[in-house]
């Protein structure tokens, strides 16, 4: 307890340089919640969209551009605009979705934002037609049907996720033959299933976390001799089980996360909030710290980019499901901040916004550290056309002039006119 009383002083007298964080919850079904989050761990809800969600997923672009989610009508894109606020950018609906019987049933989102694979399914023909599609997110934050379709080869798909890795690859989690399934997505959005099928040790939960270089997927699984098992995926997208462990206290791992750092181990577990060791080598350890903020079966969880917070809600007595806030010390160390936020839904999913990138220059686009004429050749080519995918995030930093988080005609225009402004 010492130890955790210093930890507060000392983030107590550092407060002058606090990193405010933003967090997206969803419940299942709902709309949108945006929270603010103090580096004390207070809490407070500044939004709550007009869009639901039914799944309650919301996929966050790493470099903080944009957040997504869907319901079975409509996948909606939601630009996050600085200061931190919601609006909606775009929505895609889904084939005859006014007749209940098309929807999408699955969606992810390619770690660099540019490609989104979605699950289409058509029950209005028998047998229903499960079809994947590709859309490319492109620079006015527009989703772009690529044309590109996969028809469901195997049944009993559960939720996937896309590592950037082999550019890129996607990790179909199927519940009732207990695997993952692999499939590799090229840039322009077509797929294919490589043939690799990983065995899983059970059933994985539904929670499937990649580390932020997409070489490392951790899933968690509902109970079983292993609950935790961390997947290695290699540069050229083949995939492999790296470690599984079942460290003595953590009970049943609900949600998993690895901490960005790759420190350790966050998990919502049927024992409460439980940190984990992690081996600089990615070994599963023992179970560092614990803490139990209430009863029940914690659905949410997310740690903060900088790895120092994380944000658990359960289940109390009494049928509400706050949102608790606890500080993450980088041995392992939770210490709960004494904030909370009541709600009155249980989050499906929960993730901090990452920071915005930094502009280095503003203009130079093609970040060749001058701006010049090559860089408005570099946005007619590179960003303006509808079906081009959306800048890396330096690039889309610097020519976003007009810092409305989308790089459009109006930051053509702006480059053109500060290049003539500085024509002699
Ligand atoms: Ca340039
Ligand atoms: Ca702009
Ligand atoms: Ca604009």
């Known amino acids: 307890m010492r130890r955790k009383a210093c930890l507060l002083l000392t ?8 990193q405010v964080h933003y967090c997206v919850g969803t419940p299942r079904p709902g709309p949108l919640y945006l929270y603010e989050v103090t580096a004390f761990g207070e809490i407070t809800q500044r939004q709550q969209t007009a869009e639901t969600s039914t799944q309650g997923e919301a996929p966050a672009d790493r470099a903080g551009r944009f957040v997504m989610t869907y319901s079975s009508a409509r996948i909606h894109l939601f630009r996050v605009s600085v200061p931190r606020h919601l609006e909606l950018a775009s929505s895609v609906e889904a084939v005859n979705a006014s007749q209940d019987q098309v929807g999408f049933t699955a ?55 896309i590592s950037d890795r082999g550019r890129y690859t996607a990790l179909l989690n199927r519940q009732p033959s207990r695997q993952l399934t692999i499939m590799h997505i090229t840039p322009e959005g077509e797929m294919s299933l490589t043939g690799a099928t990983i065995q899983t040790p059970d059933v994985l939960s539904s929670a499937l976390d990649l580390s932020a270089d997409g070489q490392w997927l951790l899933s968690g699984r509902d109970n079983g001799t292993y609950p935790l098992v961390l997947y290695h995926i290699s540069a050229s997208g083949e995939v492999s089980e790296h470690d599984r462990a079942s460290p003595a206290g953590l009970g049943t791992a609900y949600v998993p996360e690895l901490w960005p750092s790759l420190g350790g181990i966050a998990v919502a577990s049927s024992n409460g ?32 980019p900088d790895s120092t917070m994380v944000l658990m809600d359960d289940q109390t007595p009494g049928l509400t499901f706050p949102l608790f806030s606890f500080y993450l010390a980088a041995d392992g160390t939770l210490t709960p901040t004494g904030h909370s936020l009541p709600r009155p839904w249980k989050h499906a999913d929960l993730r901090f916004i990452p920071d915005p990138t930094p502009v280095t220059l503003a203009g130079d686009a093609n970040l060749d550290g001058v701006v010049d004429a090559a860089d408005i050749v570099f946005l007619v080519n590179e960003a303006m056309p509808d079906d081009k995918p959306i800048l890396y995030p330096p690039n889309f930093a610097n020519a976003d002039l007009d810092s409305d988080v989308d790089v459009d005609q109006d930051d053509l225009e702006a480059l053109v006119a500060m290049l003539v402004g500085e024509m002699p």
């Open 11 to 18: 983030l107590a007298c550092s407060g002058s340089s606090a």
């Open 107 to 161: 969606l992810g989102l390619s770690q660099d934002g540019r490609i989104l694979l979605v699950r289409h399914s058509d029950q209005s023909v028998d047998p229903p037609l499960r079809d994947f599609r590709t859309f490319v997110v492109n620079n006015r934050l527009s989703l772009v049907d690529t044309g590109h379709r996969f028809t469901e080869a195997v049944p009993g798909l559960h939720n996937f996720v």
């Open 273 to 304: 909030l439980v940190t984990v060791h992690l081996s600089p080598s990615l070994e599963i350890g023992a179970v560092l710290d614990m803490e139990d903020p209430g009863l029940g079966v914690p659905s949410g969880l997310a740690v903060s």
